[in-house]
T-cell receptor
Framework: AQKITQTQPGMFVQEKEAVTLDCTYD???????LFWYKQPSSGEMIFLIY??????QNATEGRYSLNFQKARKSANLVISASQLGDSAMYFC????????????FGTGTRLTIIP | KAGVTQTPRYLIKTRGQQVTLSCSPI?????VSWYQQTPGQGLQFLFE???????NKGNFPGRFSGRQFSNSRSEMNVSTLELGDSALYLC???????????????FGEGSRLTVL
């Protein structure tokens, strides 16, 4: 079974609108972390936001917020007021077992912002 | 504060050759992990090094190896290159202090390997 599922291969969003990128995960480990990364065409993986499984509040970083629904095992990324520079691939990833730095990635969502 | 630095950024090799890629982590970071990214397989974990010891290993053949030095810099080596080894190789670093780790894991810009 897929550990990280991103069901949206591609999305087109109008500039300045908010966008939600979906991510569901599967783990039996009570200790895990969830990450979102942005990968522009240059190839660099840019860290956006992190949510730990024991964190009580949803993580936020500027225009990025993570809608963490533990019971549903979902960790959707919300980008508010999208900008042209947000066009990129977005990857959701999970790390199980604290002390283990291995990330399992989803297949990614290609986001295109339309002016 | 300098980010994760990977060298070389681009390289072309032929089948049967070997290649060494280098990764310098963020200052103070003790964990370095390596990932392979291809259009077909996506992002796959290769291995992780912490305090010069390989702590975790992905499902790759023995042709893929790595090491970490006392200054936390890491190298990965691929011997007897195959066409399928063409990929973007990404290195990531983190503080890795166990349960207290905030979780942030930072990547370099990658080394793009083409095997002809």
């Amino acid at each position: 079974a897929q550990k990280i599922t991103q069901t949206q291969p591609g999305m087109f969003v109008q500039e300045k609108e908010a966008v939600t990128l979906d991510c569901t995960y599967d783990t039996s480990d009570p200790s895990y972390g969830l990450f979102w990364y942005k990968q522009p065409s240059s190839g660099e993986m840019i860290f956006l936001i992190y949510q730990g499984s024991y964190d009580q509040q949803n993580a936020t970083e500027g225009r990025y917020s993570l809608n963490f629904q533990k019971a549903r095992k979902s960790a959707n990324l919300v980008i508010s007021a999208s900008q042209l520079g947000d066009s990129a691939m977005y990857f959701c990833a999970m790390r199980e077992n604290f002390g283990n730095e291995k990330l399992t990635f989803g297949t990614g969502t290609r986001l295109t912002i339309i002016p | 504060k300098a980010g994760v630095t990977q060298t070389p950024r681009y390289l072309i090799k032929t089948r049967g050759q070997q290649v060494t890629l280098s990764c310098s982590p963020i200052s103070g970071h003790r964990s370095v992990s390596w990932y392979q990214q291809t259009p077909g397989q996506g992002l796959q974990f290769l291995f992780e090094y912490f305090s010069e010891t390989q702590r975790n290993k992905g499902n790759f053949p023995g042709r893929f190896s790595g090491r970490q030095f006392s200054n936390s810099r890491s190298e990965m080596n691929v011997s007897t290159l195959e066409l399928g080894d063409s990929a973007l190789y990404l290195c990531a670093s983190s503080l890795a202090v166990g349960a207290a780790n905030t979780g942030e894991l930072f990547f370099g810009e990658g080394s793009r390997l083409t095997v002809l």
